[in-house]
């Protein structure tokens, strides 16, 4: 009796497992990435990814109790989701993860200072660039007289963000050093201050806020320039003309209004 | 140390504790469902049946949790395309088939060290392979288990620091979070281990009330 009621048991356990799984893939909602702009506004809303720790284009801050993500890249999306009439919602991961995220349907588009390089573009479609700033070494303040030159950081321990255009440039410049790669531009401070990097690459905007939240760093002379034309909105492959255009005429918008957002984000970005 | 950001970054530790324990909790409890069945998989007569179990069981033995994450998170909308799954559930799905396995073998080696003389004494009584395993060597196997599937417990609560990377708001990924926002490198990570040390403590605490209970019965 008990037996048979242990196999009744485990029988409908199981089978109700394989019947949940199975209903799981029937009830699944088609990602919006197939279907452009008017998936996105039938959806209601665009999915938007972003690395979250790079101030002033996207951070965290904290509202009355409550996480906020602010930043000039925010005040962009919410140009963008108001032309096109949708609501918005965050999705926060690594800079790595986002491209990935992107052609896996996970998000609509990417919001996150991303430039268009050669090989990106073979990945995302990219709408026209809304800011383009140089990128500047951060280094500890105890050794801003050790790193005047590039050459003071050919055997150097430099960190950038994994999959960045920093990266590309550091490879590029300083072959012999010595790259850590990591997912956050406040990692990258952290790891600065503990010693554990002699310098840090990043643009110039970041760089002022991450010296300005982290007292031990200072800013280099040592600028550079990447062979990308700027900052962008990365959508997915082969997205359809509508959406891109749409974009666009966003950004063609309020470009001008860009520099302001940078530094009202700026001025939010606390001391510590 | 400075641990002043607790008065304004509480919110986030909280919100990271709760999707811990769910993800946990679900890891558990499905880990032990399909663990059970994937024993008696591997317990068939029918050689397919028991191959099909013990290959899943050392692919996930022989991987890395992370591993096992990123296939879930990217290879499923892959191979189903146009199949999202939310982040939460894509961490529960990984950590759950991960603990199956390890349970599995939980089981298996627990149901082994019963000795053989049990089972032939069972038979030789007149009792059936079902009722021998179900009423004679299940509950001292039982015993034996418990232990082993508390330490399993206590893992999957570590282990779903782990989903952190694919974005999922538990106590790691809040963790990060305040450490960005504050420049603080260490104090919040001590602040998340003793949020981790709360729940495998109290989890520990329970088991040991059940272990001792069950030892009642002993007389050795």
């Keep these: ?272 | 140390m400075n641990f002043s950001f607790l008065g304004t970054y509480y919110q986030f530790f909280i919100t990271g504790i709760y999707i811990t324990i769910i993800l946990a909790l679900i890891a558990v409890v499905l880990g032990s469902i399909l663990g059970v069945a994937l024993t008696l998989l591997r317990r068939s007569k029918y050689k397919v049946v028991k191959l099909i179990g013990d290959i899943y069981v050392e692919f996930i033995r022989g991987t890395p949790l992370l591993a096992q994450i990123y296939i879930i998170y990217i290879g499923v909308p892959a191979l189903f395309s146009g199949m999202d799954i939310p982040d939460l559930a894509v961490g529960a799905i990984a950590l759950s088939l991960n603990a199956a396995a390890y349970i599995s073998e939980t089981i298996r080696s627990g149901i082994e060290a019963v000795s053989k003389g049990q089972m032939e004494a069972a038979r030789s009584l007149g009792m059936s392979q079902r009722t021998a395993m179900f009423d004679i060597i299940m509950p001292q196997a039982f015993k034996n288990i418990l232990p082993a599937l508390g330490n399993q417990f206590i893992g999957s609560i570590k282990d779903s620091s782990i989903v952190s990377v694919i974005g999922v708001a538990e106590l790691m990924y809040e963790t990060t979070i305040v450490r960005g926002n504050t420049a603080l490198g260490l104090e919040p990570i001590l602040v998340a281990s003793l949020g981790y040390l709360v729940l495998t403590f109290t989890l520990s605490r329970l088991l040991g009330i059940v272990e001792r209970r069950l030892k009642t019965s002993d007389r050795r």
């Design chain 1, 1 to 272: 009796m008990k037996k048979a009621l242990v196999k009744k048991v485990s029988g409908i356990a199981l089978s109700g497992l394989l019947a949940i799984s199975l209903a799981g893939c029937g009830t699944a909602e088609k990602t919006a990435s197939k279907s452009g702009l008017e998936g996105i506004k039938q959806k209601g809303k665009i999915v938007v990814g972003m690395m979250a720790a790079t101030p002033p284009y996207e951070f965290h801050t904290v509202d009355g109790g409550k996480d906020k993500i602010i930043g000039s890249d925010i005040k962009l999306l919410d140009q963008v989701s108001k032309d096109l009439g949708v609501k918005y919602e965050i999705k926060d991961m690594d800079f790595d993860g986002l491209l990935v995220a992107l052609q896996s349907g996970k998000i609509d588009m990417i919001i996150s200072a991303m430039s268009p390089t050669e090989e990106r573009e073979k990945n995302a479609d990219f709408s026209n660039v809304y800011y383009k700033d140089r990128h500047v070494m951060i280094v500890r303040k105890s050794e801003l007289d050790k790193f005047k030159t590039n050459d003071s950081l050919k055997n150097a321990k430099i960190a950038a963000i994994k999959s960045s255009v920093q990266e590309q440039i550091v490879e590029k410049q300083f072959p012999n050093a010595d790259l850590k790669l990591l997912g956050k531009s406040t990692e990258l401070a952290m790891d600065l201050a503990a010693k554990k990097v002699d310098a840090v690459l990043v643009d110039r905007p970041t760089a002022t806020l991450l010296v300005k939240s982290n007292p031990s760093l200072a800013k280099t002379e040592l600028l550079f320039d990447d062979d990308t034309a700027g900052a962008a909105i990365a959508m997915p492959n082969d997205s359809d003309k509508a959406l891109v255009d749409a974009v666009n005429k966003t950004i063609d918008r309020t470009k001008p209004e860009y520099e302001k957002w940078l530094t009202d984000a700026m001025s939010k970005v606390k001391q510590n």
